[in-house]
C-alpha cells in the first residue's frame, strides 16, 4: 500500500535525485527501486506475504532498502538493534518466529548461533542482487503489518509494536504539515534505524527529501557529515547534544546548512537547550514521540514560550501534532483540569496495531480507540502539555505521589552532581520510598550530608531520598533513555537508612 506507492512514485517522478546515502554508497530514488525490488524477489522463496523478515543490522543504507522490500513482498521487517545480547536477541526471535534474516557481517556471524536453520541474506549483496519482479500480492490493505518495532524495554522485556502502512502514511502527513521541508532538505538519521524515530526518516522520504544516515553518532562524525553533506535537519537526542557542545572541532566546523535540529528521547535540560541553539546556530523543536503512538506525536515550536513548570522537573512537550488528539485523564475517567496531573492519552489515524503476541497488553494499552501513554502530564493554560513522570516511575510513598523527576531536578542545581536519577526503594513503613543514585560532577566528591541538606531546603519531606548512592555512569540504552530497571534491582536490596 503507501510505501510501495511511495517508492513506485518517486522512482517514476525522480528517478535520478538522491534518496540515500551513507558514508558506503549513494542510492538514487530508481536504484532503491531497483535494490529493494531485487530483494523481495529474493525473499520470496523463504518468506510469504505476512511472515516476518530479521533485519539484524549496524546503521546503512540497506536497512532502509529492506523495508521497502519487505513492503513490496508484503512481509514485515523487524529491525532488531545489535547492540542487544545474544539472550535479548533470542528472546525475541523465540516471539515473532521470523522466516529469513537480512544481515551486515556481525549479525550474519551471531544469527547462525541462534537459530541455524534461519535462511540469511548479506546486506552487503543487496546492490548485487539480481533484477526481480517480485511485488505485493493482490489484496494489499492500509492495515497490513509492515514493520514490528521493539519498545526500548528501559523498564522491563521489550513488546513489539505493530505498525502497518497507515502507521507511516499518517506520521508522514503529520510531519508534513508541522515542519517546514522542501525536497532539497537533506536529513541526517543519527539514531539506531531499529528505533521508532525511523518514522522520521520515512517523513523525509515522504517529501522526496535526501535522507543520510550515519553509522554511529559520534560527534566528529555528525559535525563531518553535516559540513560534507550539506545537512539541513537532523534529529538528536539530549545526550548527543551534550557530547557535541564537548566537541572541540565543534568550533571549527562549518554548520551553515543546518536550519533545524529536532530533539526528544529524554527531557533535555532548558540551558542544554540554550547553549546548543547558539553553538549550532539552528533553531531546535521539542518532540514528544511514542512508539506505540505511531511516532511524534507532541511538537514544541522554536519560537514558542512556554510557561515555567508547575512541577519541577517537568518538561514541555509541546501541542499535539496535527491529526493527534490528546486528552489528560484521571483515575475516574474524567478529563483533568487545568494543571491537574493525570495520564496522557491519544487519539489519531497512526496509532500500532497491537503488540505482538499480547493482546492482554494491547487491551490495556488502547481502549476505544485511545492510546494510554502510561506518561503522567498537566496542560497549561496555553495548551501546551507538560510530561511529568512515566506512571511507571511513580513512587508511592504512604499513599502520596512522588515524581521521580522533579527530585531530580533539584539534585541536578547542585553543582557537584552531573546527573541523578531516583527510583522507589521498598520500605516498611511506607511502602516506597525514594532512592537516589547520584553520579558526581569530575573532580567532586560524593557527600551525602551536603545532599541531604540540600533536599531538606528544596522538597518536602515525603519528597526526600532516604537512600544516596553514587554510581559511576548512569545506565542508558544506545538512545540515552535512562535504564531503570536495574538501578530498582539495586534499590530493592537496600538496607532502610533514613534521615
Known amino acids: 500500500m503507501w510505501l510501495q506507492q511511495l517508492l513506485h512514485q518517486r522512482q517514476a517522478d525522480t528517478p535520478h535525485a538522491l534518496a540515500l546515502r551513507d558514508a558506503r554508497r549513494d542510492v538514487t530514488w530508481s536504484r532503491l527501486h531497483r535494490d529493494a525490488t531485487a530483494l523481495a524477489h529474493a525473499l520470496h522463496p523463504h518468506a510469504t506475504p505476512g511472515s516476518r523478515v530479521v533485519v539484524l543490522s549496524a546503521n546503512r543504507v540497506e536497512v532502509l532498502e529492506t523495508v521497502f522490500a519487505c513492503a513490496l513482498a508484503g512481509t514485515i521487517a523487524v529491525p532488531l538493534n545489535p547492540a542487544l545480547t545474544d539472550h535479548e536477541i533470542d528472546g525475541i526471535l523465540g516471539d515473532i518466529a521470523p522466516d529469513c534474516a537480512v544481515a551486515d557481517g556481525s549479525g550474519l556471524a551471531r544469527l547462525p548461533r541462534l537459530r541455524p536453520a534461519l535462511p540469511l541474506l548479506a546486506a552487503d549483496d543487496i546492490p548485487n542482487l539480481p533484477e526481480g519482479a517480485r511485488t505485493h500480492p493482490g489484496g494489499a490493505r492500509p492495515t497490513d503489518p509492515v514493520m514490528i518495532l521493539h519498545t526500548s524495554a528501559t523498564t522491563g522485556f521489550p513488546k513489539g509494536v505493530i505498525c502497518d502502512h497507515n502507521y507511516f502514511q499518517a506520521q508522514a ?5 508541522e515542519v517546514e521541508q522542501q525536497p532539497t532538505t537533506t536529513y541526517l538519521h543519527t539514531s539506531p534505524l531499529c528505533h521508532g524515530s525511523i518514522t522520521i526518516a520515512v517523513n523525509y522520504l515522504a517529501t522526496a527529501s535526501p535522507v543520510c544516515v550515519l553509522d554511529q553518532f559520534t560527534p566528529h562524525e555528525f559535525l563531518t557529515a553535516v559540513e560534507t553533506w550539506q545537512i539541513g535537519h537532523t534529529f538528536v537526542v539530549p545526550t548527543m547534544l551534550k557530547l557535541l557542545l564537548e566537541s572541540r572541532q565543534l568550533p571549527d566546523s562549518d554548520l551553515t546548512s543546518l536550519t533545524l535540529v529536532t530533539h526528544g528521547g529524554a527531557p533535555c535540560p532548558p540551558h542544554l537547550a540554550h547553549q546548543a541553539r547558539q553553538a549550532l546556530g539552528a533553531e531546535l523543536r521539542t518532540i514528544f514521540g511514542i512508539t506505540e503512538g505511531g511516532g511524534p506525536v507532541l511538537s514544541l515550536a522554536p519560537d514558542a514560550a512556554p510557561e515555567d513548570a508547575t512541577v519541577p522537573g517537568a518538561t514541555c512537550a509541546g501541542t499535539p501534532m496535527p491529526g493527534i488528539t490528546a486528552r489528560i485523564t484521571t483515575p475516574q475517567g474524567t478529563t483533568a483540569a487545568p494543571y491537574e496531573v493525570a495520564t496522557l492519552h491519544l487519539h489519531g489515524p497512526g496509532l500500532m496495531r497491537g ?73 516498611p513503613t511506607t511502602g516506597q520510598t525514594p532512592a537516589a543514585f547520584i553520579q558526581n560532577t569530575p573532580g567532586s566528591d560524593f557527600d551525602e550530608h551536603a545532599l541531604i541538606s540540600h533536599c531538606i531546603r528544596h522538597l518536602a519531606p515525603y519528597k526526600r531520598p532516604t537512600h544516596f548512592i553514587p554510581i559511576d555512569e548512569l545506565p542508558r540504552n544506545t538512545l540515552g533513555k535512562l535504564l531503570r530497571r536495574p538501578l530498582e534491582q539495586h534499590a530493592a536490596n537496600l538496607a532502610q537508612h533514613p534521615y
Open 355 to 427: 503488540y505482538w503476541n499480547q493482546p492482554d497488553a494491547t487491551a490495556q494499552t488502547i481502549t476505544d480507540g485511545w492510546l494510554n501513554t502510561g506518561d503522567l502530564s498537566y496542560q497549561d493554560s496555553a495548551g501546551h502539555i507538560w510530561i511529568v513522570n512515566r506512571r511507571n516511575d511513580l513512587i508511592l510513598r504512604a499513599g502520596q505521589n512522588v515524581y521521580p523527576a522533579e527530585i531530580e531536578h533539584v539534585l541536578r542545581t547542585l553543582d557537584s552532581v552531573t546527573d541523578a536519577a531516583v527510583v522507589p526503594a521498598p520500605c
Open 173 to 177: 502527513t503529520s510531519w508534513r504539515s
